[in-house]
């Protein structure tokens, strides 16, 4: 059974980076893409972007303001662990936070953790 | 992007009824088309994938049907641990993108 857990800060100061961890069980990054997906408070779920053991990455372009200039979606293939880095946070970035595994063929996301709200606030 | 619209926002229903959740996408999304299941404070739960397909482990109580636009999830009788929000999501083109989310509760 896949089991995914994120971990970071609950609480980030503005303009501050937001840092997550998502240790995945279960199964291995080396297999699959693994993704990350927020939900602002009262807000629907927005996907952020995904990373392959091999690096490779992608991103929404999508999400306000210019949240793919500030992401990055790292690996560790040792710690069976990806990351999630968000520089000059605002209180927009507000939200729970969760780390699923990626599914390319039908681009769905069959395993996620709990959830992590980060709230960024003074 | 593919925008998603559900509908009804939200229901109240009762155990035994049968339920169904219309889900839209903004332009033809083929077949790609999966639903969630999502409670307080736990992690999402993959339903079914590709329009139709249910995932492992899923009840077969739980069934989605559509194409090009319009797709429906229908639980055909609700059980007490079904009261969770639904959210369908698009993977036909990038960027993936979910519904605004279908709140189910007891009436």
């Known amino acids: 059974q896949v089991q995914l857990q994120e971990s970071g800060p609950g609480l980030v100061k503005p303009s501050e980076t937001l840092s997550l961890t998502c240790t995945v069980s279960?199964?291995?990054?080396?297999?699959?893409?693994w993704s990350w997906v927020r939900q602002p408070a009262g807000k629907g779920l927005e996907w952020i972007g995904r990373?392959?053991?091999?690096?490779?990455?992608?991103?929404?372009?999508s999400l306000n303001p210019s949240l793919k200039s500030r992401v990055t979606v790292s690996v560790d293939t040792s710690k069976n662990q990806f990351s999630l880095k968000v520089i000059s946070v605002t209180a927009a970035d507000t939200a729970v936070y969760y780390c699923?595994?990626?599914?390319?063929?039908?681009?769905?996301?069959?395993?996620w953790g709990q959830g992590t709200l980060v709230t960024v606030s003074s | 992007d593919i925008q998603m619209t559900q509908s009804p926002s939200s229901l109240s229903a009762s155990v035994g009824d049968r339920v169904t959740i219309t889900c839209r996408s903004s332009?033809?999304?083929?077949?790609?088309l999966n639903w969630y299941q999502h409670k307080p404070g736990k992690a999402p739960k993959l339903l079914i994938y590709?329009?139709?397909d249910l995932q492992s482990g899923v009840p077969s109580r739980f069934s989605g049907s559509g194409s090009g636009t319009d797709f429906t999830l229908t639980i055909s009788s609700l059980q007490p641990e079904d009261f969770a929000t639904y959210y369908c999501?698009?993977?036909?083109?990038?960027?993936?993108?979910f519904g605004p989310g279908t709140k189910v509760d007891i009436k």
């Open positions: 699923a595994r990626d599914t390319p063929t039908y681009g769905f996301f069959d395993s």
């Open positions: 279960g199964a291995s990054v080396t297999s699959y893409y």
């Open positions: 990373i392959y053991h091999s690096g490779s990455t992608s991103y929404n372009p």
């Open positions: 332009q033809s999304i083929s077949g790609y």
């Open positions: 590709a329009t139709s």
């Open positions: 999501q698009q993977s036909y083109s990038a960027p993936r993108t």
